[in-house]
């Protein structure tokens, strides 16, 4: 439907690889010695319970928890993570008092970078690609709640950076709008290291590379399943249907 | 539609205040008649102007210096955590001192003039506004905070970017209070001691029995307050349009 859009910068792609990482609370470990290995360019996703800890693990990749010892993320080429990532939460985290235009071009913002023709120019493409064309000067409170997500998810390829990480962005969103934006992300994500966390085994294999399943007390990433065909899957694809039975199994196991 | 009510509501009492002065005779050095009260506004317009210009230079000044010693030290204390340690205690005990005690030595160090006036409107409008800025810039979601780090913000691009305006709308409700209880400051400092403005002209009515030029004061002053509420309320929804509850008086009839 869209050209494709270039990155400004082509990254090669990057993989972290996540070792012996740990976490208590209140003297309980959520997990230990836990392995979780992101592929480069591809769509890792995390699955799991709430409160396993997996929110947590993308945090400490993220920089935003303190990793507890001895756990050590380490990316492909051995450059430290800080600086190289986009991050997208579940609430759509827009500043009100800007614009539409304005947020997706917060990270310039918050950086103090000049706001060039070029950056302005890239972050309407990019509001076009996510289907927003048009609405660049509007306040976020006249989005709907899907419409609001669009645009973070317009800022976080704004921020053009190697490593995606996504903690359930589509959880406060109603089933159609999610779809739809699971299609959207799913697209313009493409070729990107991307770590996303979620609880819906649906929205895994249809966006996910890779899906990883985190369970138990404490906590372990079970092996990889890679659905077959290209992200964004159909909705009735009878082998999703398939492999979701086989993940709630997983996930209750 | 709302001025029309509040116009008809003033227009009853008074009738009422009128009817109560005729009914029961009380003699006009205990309450004047309202037409009284506006016979007295009309002859002693120019006294009434002369002060009042005073009263309304202090209420300005002691505004405008209030609010900005407050955004200054809220600023401070919320960008300095050694600012905040030794200075919020100093700041809470302060509030103790009942600021109205302080205005005899005002007057002593600052002389009869407009100084000290002005300086206790400051005083009574520094408080409300240090902390509702301060408590603003306390409370910003965590998400933005986040994302900010994860964008490579510098402390500095965080509160003047997201902590900053996200304090606004708290800022703003500290400034209304501020404009609300500026000229109790101002009229105080009058009553200690002074030669000028409209809490001058009030005591001395008031001992020359002139109560109906007492309340003609008191109608300037009211006229004042009402009229800086009004305008700072008004500037406020100008410069916070994105503010969600831009119109809580609004009720559904």
């Not at chain 2, 005990?93 to 206790?120: E, H």
Request: charge should be positive; include cysteine; proline fraction near 7%.
């Amino acid at each position: 439907m869209n050209a494709p859009l270039r990155p400004e910068t082509i990254h090669a792609p990057l993989s972290v690889t996540v070792t012996g990482a740990r976490l208590t609370y209140g003297g309980v470990a959520l997990f230990s010695d836990l392995t979780l290995h992101i592929e480069a360019g591809v769509t890792t996703c995390l699955l799991g319970p709430s409160g396993v800890g997996k929110t947590t693990l993308l945090r400490m990749v993220a920089g935003l928890a303190e990793p507890e010892p001895p756990t050590s993320i380490l990316s492909g080429d051995g450059a430290p993570l800080r600086g190289r990532i986009a991050y997208m939460a579940q609430q759509d985290l827009l500043l009100p008092w800007l614009t539409v235009l304005d947020n997706v071009l917060l990270g310039a913002r918050m950086r103090g970078e000049r706001r060039t023709p070029a950056l302005v120019e890239r972050a309407r493409a990019l509001l076009e690609r996510v289907g927003l064309a048009g609405r660049e000067k509007d306040r976020p409170a006249t989005l709907s709640g899907g419409q609001r997500q669009r645009v973070a998810i317009a800022r976080t390829l704004m921020e053009d950076k190697p490593l995606v990480l996504m903690d359930e962005p589509f959880s406060a969103l109603d089933a159609l709008t999610r779809l739809r934006l699971q299609d959207v992300a799913a697209d313009a994500l493409a070729g990107r290291t991307v770590l996303m966390v979620t609880h819906d085994p649906l929205e895994a294999l249809r966006i996910g590379h890779r899906v990883h399943v985190m369970t138990g007390r404490p906590a372990t990433v079970g092996p990889a399943l890679e659905p077959p065909g290209l992200p964004p899957r159909a909705v009735d694809d009878p082998a999703l249907l398939a492999l979701q039975a086989e993940l709630l199994r997983r996930l209750a196991g | 539609m709302r001025i029309l009510r509040a116009l008809i509501t003033l227009a009853v009492l008074l009738g009422v205040w009128q009817a109560i002065v005729l009914l029961t005779g009380v003699p006009r050095y205990i309450l004047p008649a309202p037409l009284a009260v506006a016979d007295a506004l009309q002859r002693q317009a120019p006294l009434l102007i002369q002060h009042g210009t005073t009263t309304l230079i202090e209420i300005l000044l002691g505004l405008g210096l209030g609010v900005a010693l407050g955004s200054v030290s809220a600023l401070t204390l919320a960008s300095f955590r050694t600012a905040r340690r030794w200075l919020m205690p100093v700041l809470v005990v302060s509030q103790a001192i009942p600021v109205f005690a302080l205005a005899p030595l005002l007057v002593l160090w600052l002389g009869y003039g407009m100084a000290s006036k002005i300086a206790m409107a400051t005083l009574i409008i520094y408080f409300p506004v240090t902390t509702a800025l301060f408590d603003g810039l306390r409370r910003t979601e965590a998400g933005w905070l986040d994302l900010a780090r994860t964008m490579g913000a510098s402390r500095r691009s965080v509160l003047w970017h997201i902590r900053l305006p996200a304090a606004l709308p708290a800022f703003g409700s500290g400034v209304r209070v501020a404009a609300a209880v500026a000229p109790i400051g101002a009229v105080i400092g009058e009553w200690v001691g002074s030669s000028s403005g409209l809490g001058y002209l009030m005591l001395h009515a008031n001992a020359r029995m002139q109560i109906d030029l007492l309340f003609a004061a008191l109608a300037v002053l009211g006229v004042f307050a009402v009229t800086l509420y009004a305008a700072v309320d008004a500037l406020i929804r100008w410069a916070l349009p994105w503010q969600p509850d831009s119109h809580p008086a609004q009720e559904k009839d």
